[in-house]
Nanobody
Framework: QVQLVESGGGLVQPGGSLILSCAASGRSFGTYRAGWFREAPGKEREFVAAIGRADHNTYVADSVKGRFAISRDHAKNMVYLQMSVLKPEDTAVYYC???????????????WGQGTQVTVSS
């Protein structure tokens, strides 16, 4: 089992950048794939980015491609979401997720963090 805690959210102006962090506790986190999702008010939770057990295996949603990047630090049991050129429509609660089974393309995740708020506004 793994516990996930997100941090790094806040208020940022349009065009700005932010890095979200996800700290994972529990053993063998390196054997888990991970992802980021977001949920805006009145909207369903949507996929943002995923990373496989190996660092080079990543993919991001079309809506954030070229602006967001996902990475992980195995030594620190951390997963990051680097966000740039932020837009007001990126405003949402961002969630980190992880799962020990499946591939990078599997949409379901078993473990979830509590979320961190990102607000893009001038």
């Amino acid at each position: 089992q793994v516990q996930l805690v997100e941090s790094g959210g806040g208020l940022v102006q349009p065009g700005g950048s932010l890095i979200l962090s996800c700290a994972a506790s529990g053993r063998s986190f390196g054997t888990y794939r991970a992802g980021w999702f977001r949920e805006a008010p009145g909207k369903e939770r949507e996929f943002v980015a995923a990373i496989g057990r190996a660092d080079h295996n990543t993919y991001v949603a079309d809506s954030v491609k070229g602006r967001f990047a996902i990475s992980r630090d195995h030594a620190k049991n951390m997963v990051y979401l680097q966000m740039s050129v932020l837009k007001p429509e990126d405003t949402a609660v961002y969630y980190c997720a992880a799962d020990r089974s499946g591939s990078i393309w599997t949409p379901e995740f078993t473990y979830w963090g509590q979320g961190t708020q990102v607000t893009v506004s001038s």
